[in-house]
Nanobody
Framework: QVQLVESGGGLVQAGGSLRLSCSASRNIFSFNAVGWFHQAPGEEREFVACITSDGRITIADSVKGRYTISRDNAKNTVYLQMNSLKPEDKGVYYC????????????WGQGTQVTVSS
């Protein structure tokens, strides 16, 4: 059973920073990609960023220049560094990973709450 455990959420003032962590229960290279999604209150879950097993990074245009994604291979952990936070960045951030074989298997963490005060 694959587990993704997020941490690092919390309350921050606008303009502040947070670093979210996603710890996987197995080697992160076993996934084709690991990434983050954001769900604002009352909204759909949206893609934020991901990093593939070969190191390619994709960042959503809406957060480009403010968010970065990185990984610590030894810790099987992927990070989302969020800077210059805005009130609209609040919501739940979910870690996501997927594996492509003859099908696509997707895994989700339980989410971590981010609140940005104005």
């Amino acid at each position: 059973q694959v587990q993704l455990v997020e941490s690092g959420g919390g309350l921050v003032q606008a303009g502040g920073s947070l670093r979210l962590s996603c710890s996987a229960s197995r080697n992160i290279f076993s996934f084709n990609a690991v990434g983050w999604f954001h769900q604002a209150p009352g909204e759909e879950r949206e893609f934020v960023a991901c990093i593939t097993s070969d190191g390619r990074i994709t960042i959503a245009d809406s957060v480009k220049g403010r968010y970065t994604i990185s990984r610590d291979n030894a810790k099987n952990t992927v990070y989302l560094q969020m800077n210059s936070l805005k009130p609209e960045d609040k919501g739940v951030y979910y870690c996501n990973a997927f594996v492509v074989t003859n099908k696509i298997t997707t895994y989700w963490g339980q989410g971590t709450q981010v609140t940005v005060s104005s």
